[in-house]
């Protein structure tokens, strides 16, 4: 079955005076999709999303939300979305089930049926027991709860989420998660959202795009950006490391080879069925890490640079590797 494209964005630019935010993008999100616009702070994500959801203007370009254009139809695209910014936006002084009730009066909701789909909505969420406190006595979990229950209230096509779970403890990411990911099935909305956590484009999103300065480097499903990478990534540590490169150049299963003073990074292909073989005929070898490839290993092969430099996976061997470089 042809999937239908619930986004359509061409050559679509943004520029501030002479910083060009969003640089002649491509792209198309289907419908039904979980969809991440993966990179790091800066890189024209949140520019992005603003300008589909119409609150931006393009300054080249073409982007169609839901059927309609951007810049033409600008009203209906609002209609057919629904936005959660990293800032919360609902009123503090209002209780959750208030904040709901506005927002469905703001869109139009039929009264018919509308008290029942705000019941559904708190549940979903699990702010039962705490919709009529205030919001202002909200967690911030709670609050990024409330906001994509207002979100999705009035049943948008396409639900659009900046850095959803920012700032927020593991346990409340998880649950927060957990809602996302039942929006397609439950409610047939189309998720698109933006992150810089590896994590979370890696586990929750269908398709990725990944994003710098302005830029899309790579689209595609993320077990499938990683796999074209072939191959998981050892750190040997060695007092010869060039004596243990030059080994491992003769090796046919190996992809690439970054030596540093003491270390040498080395990309192994099938790695499961060649690590113990390498290790065999290698000598002189003190240590050895192993890390499975990841998005921030595509971002890398692209860029030069991680994601995310404070993060595990986003800097601390490249750091080693740009300190250490070999001679």
């Known amino acids: 079955m042809e999937r239908k494209p619930a986004i359509v964005i061409r050559k679509l630019s943004k520029s501030f005076g002479k910083l060009r935010a969003v640089d002649g993008i491509n792209l198309e999100v289907y419908e039904g999709e979980i969809f991440a616009l993966l990179g790091p702070n800066g890189a024209g994500k949140t520019t992005t999303i603003s300008m589909l959801c119409g609150l931006l203007r393009p300054t080249k370009g073409q982007a169609n939300v ?7 139809e600008s009203l209906m695209v609002r209609k057919s979305i629904g936005v959660v910014f990293q800032q919360p936006s609902s009123d503090d002084l209002l209780s959750g089930r208030e904040n709901l009730k506005m927002h469905a009066l703001l869109y139009g909701m039929p009264s018919e049926g509308r008290e029942e789909r705000i019941d559904e909505m708190l549940r979903l969420v699990g702010l039962v027991e705490r919709q009529h406190s205030r919001v202002k006595e909200y967690s911030g979990g709670m609050r990024k709860r409330l906001e994509i229950a207002r979100g999705i209230l009035h049943r948008p096509k396409i639900l659009f989420l900046d850095e959803p779970t920012v700032g927020l403890d593991p346990q409340t990411r998880q649950h927060i998660w957990g809602y996302i990911r039942s929006l397609p099935e439950k409610e047939g909305t189309t998720v698109v959202f933006t992150t810089h956590y590896l994590e979370e484009a890696e586990q929750f999103a269908d398709r990725v795009a990944i994003i ?36 491992l150049r003769s090796m046919k299963f190996v992809r690439s080879i970054k030596v540093g003073r003491n270390c040498v990074q080395v990309r192994v292909g099938d790695c499961a069925k060649n690590l113990p073989k390498m290790l065999q005929a290698l000598e002189g070898v003190e240590s050895i890490e192993l890390r499975p490839a990841t998005l921030n290993d595509v971002f890398i092969k692209y860029t030069g640079r991680g994601i995310r430099e404070d993060s595990p996976e986003g800097g601390y061997w490249e750091r080693i590797m740009n300190s250490e470089k070999g001679r």
């Open 66 to 72: 839901a059927g309609f254009d951007v810049e033409k």
């Open 212 to 247: 710098d300065r302005g830029k899309i480097i790579a689209i595609g499903k993320p077990s499938e950006l990683v796999s074209k990478l072939g191959g998981d990534t050892a750190f040997i540590k060695a007092k010869q490391p060039q004596k243990i490169a030059s080994k």
